[in-house]
């Protein structure tokens, strides 16, 4: 029952963010605030146009006499649209200035925590129960590492998990994010669709990587892990690892309902280099529990020679069973470390890999971060320098698999690394580099 005048009179005190929050109270509202008026004085105050269109008085910005030029046939809603996607570009423009330095040891930005806490950007998961109810799960902790974030999701209201069909991973970002202040999750945003798992049956369809007393993980392609309380086999925590280079720009430029595609990389042809795709590849290897890290490693000149190509992968020897020198030790206990608001624990022998696999221009060819375990192997060890148990650790994907194998060493309490190799898909070498083999 206000008259639009007032109404008009009360939004223009508003900040950018409280007049797009009140455009959705209703289509009244949405109407007046789309008033060119105050946009334009909200961009004015922000970008300062060549020209002066108001004036200062008693400290209180009022309107006095705006330019017709800016307002004539203007369509209602143009300036609004004009400030955020100069918002919009404003932040880009930071965030591409934090993501050029590249680390030389990992191929990829150094500066992505810098760049995700300027883009305002965080992630959401949001359940979808069998009956077409959303429950946004906000409350996240988040753990970097060189090459990947690992987000952990608890709390105490989950939905039950019979009623649950399917589980979405979003990036969100804030539409007008502040450098000053911490977005609001009630502030407008953005959401880009990360990823999107079926829950129906999930003992079932996904992979069982561990247990303690308390909970039981389950891992989801790509990257995800729920775990479930072992009584009552409901969820008491979710957890995702996002690979930088796999999922940043998944996180940013994705819409709610399509996921973001990386564009395909253009093959270099090489004419004069017979075993051009071959060689020349440097691994970065991250292993850790969330929060604490095992084995952090850089290698370089990795190859594979024709007459080692097999059943379509590419074989690239990291670490050889014969080559003692080259072994590696895995510092501290290995578990992934995980809690809920009164509960918290650590599953042994399962840990998070991170995996980033540079071509020969230093550009990401092969990348993922994702929980994978250690399993007891029926072998014995054939090395007279070490005597002990075996665990392998294999993970497998569209691009490409990786085999670990390492030794348990009862007198020091570690694992040792003794062979670790990776098979690249010759159908994926042959799209980068534009060969045949």
Sequence with gaps: SMPSEMLMKIFSYLDAVSLLSVGCVNKHFYHLANDNRIWLKIYSTCFQPKRTIWTMKSDQAEMVSLDCAALRDRKPGY????????????????????????????????????????????????????????????????????????????????????????????????????????????????????????????????????????????????????????????????????????????????????????????????????????????????????????????????????????????????????????????TGTVGLSWETDVFKGNVKDCYMMDVTLLDETGKPFWCFSAPVYMELSSKTSGLYDYMGQIYTTDYADSEGKVCVELIWLEETKEYLIVNLVLYISTKKVNNWYGTNY
């Design 79 to 330: 300036w609004k649209k004009e400030y955020i996607f100069k918002q919009i570009a404003a932040v880009k423009t930071r965030v591409m200035r934090l993501v050029k330095p590249v680390d030389p040891y990992t191929g990829l930005p150094c500066k992505n925590k810098e760049a995700i806490k300027a883009s305002g950007l965080s992630w959401i998961i949001v359940l979808k129960d069998k009956n077409g109810k959303e429950h946004v799960m906000e409350k996240t902790k988040l753990s970097f590492k060189d090459t990947s974030v690992t987000l952990l999701w608890y709390s105490t209201s989950w939905p039950c998990l019979h009623i649950l069909s399917t589980l979405k991973l979003f990036g969100v970002t804030p539409l007008l994010p502040e450098q000053s202040r911490t977005p609001s999750k009630n502030g407008p945003r953005r959401r880009s669709l990360i990823a999107e798992y079926h829950l129906a049956n999930l003992t079932e369809s996904s992979v069982a990587v561990g247990a303690d007393k308390l909970v039981q993980l389950f891992s989801l392609n790509p990257g995800l892990l729920v775990g479930l309380w072992k009584e009552k086999n409901e969820i008491a925590f979710v957890m995702a690892s996002l690979h930088y280079h796999q999922h940043l720009e998944r996180s940013t430029l994705g819409s709610s309902t399509v996921q973001y595609a990386l564009p395909p990389n253009k093959p270099v042809l090489d004419d004069i280099d017979p075993e051009h795709g071959l060689h020349d590849y440097t691994l970065h290897l991250d292993m850790h529990g969330g929060s604490c890290a095992y084995l952090c490693g850089t290698f370089r000149n990795l190859f594979c020679r024709k007459g080692d190509i097999e059943n379509g992968y590419l074989r690239l020897t990291v670490v050889s069973l014969k080559d003692n020198t080259k072994h590696l030790p895995l």
